[in-house]
């Protein structure tokens, strides 16, 4: 119920009462016992609040959520799964906001390393193609802000091939 609340706040763009709604939520749940529904709705929560906290501008609050939700996800459905790789690619793009682009770059090279595994063993990517150009479009923001103009340049080509 508390996240259809939430959801309603952030439809109207008030961030703030869904951050808070978001938060209450995850006390709750947290209270609780572990199972996989609780497990799935708090993923939920951590997701959601994430996003009205980078909307509402407190990137380092946001930040704090993907921290939080990203060891949960890996423990749900480990570090190659389609919900893993989103989150991480999300964070990577928040970095970048904020200017920490070395972490950025760490941070994304971990899905591209992961991405290419996949697909050279599977023919097909992890996550859907918005999150894959958002992970080209923030390796090539990190590799050109650490100056290294032609891995930015390759990132752009495998962009324009996609």
């Given amino acids: 119920q508390q996240l259809k609340i939430a959801y309603l706040h952030g439809a109207k763009e008030d961030y703030t009462n869904s951050a808070m709604v978001l938060s209450d939520a995850i006390s709750q749940l947290r209270k609780g016992g572990q ?9 939920q929560c951590y997701l959601m609040q994430a996003i009205c906290y980078t909307k509402s501008k407190k990137l380092n609050v946001a930040l704090d959520q993907y921290d939080e939700v990203l060891p949960l996800i890996s423990t749900k459905e480990g570090q ?3 919900q893993y790789n989103s989150t991480l690619i999300h964070k990577s793009a928040l970095l970048v906001a904020m200017g920490n682009h070395r972490l950025a770059a760490s941070t994304i090279v971990k899905y591209l390393e992961t991405e290419r595994f996949s697909q050279n063993k599977s023919g097909s990517m992890i996550v859907d193609d918005l999150d894959y150009i958002l992970a080209l479009d923030t390796s090539a923001a990190t590799h050109l802000k650490l100056g290294d103009v032609d891995k930015a340049i390759s ?4 962009k324009l091939e996609f």
């Fill in 35 to 43: 199972s996989d529904d609780r497990n799935d709705l708090l993923i």
């Fill in 80 to 82: 190659d799964s389609k």
């Fill in 155 to 158: 990132t752009f080509e495998r």
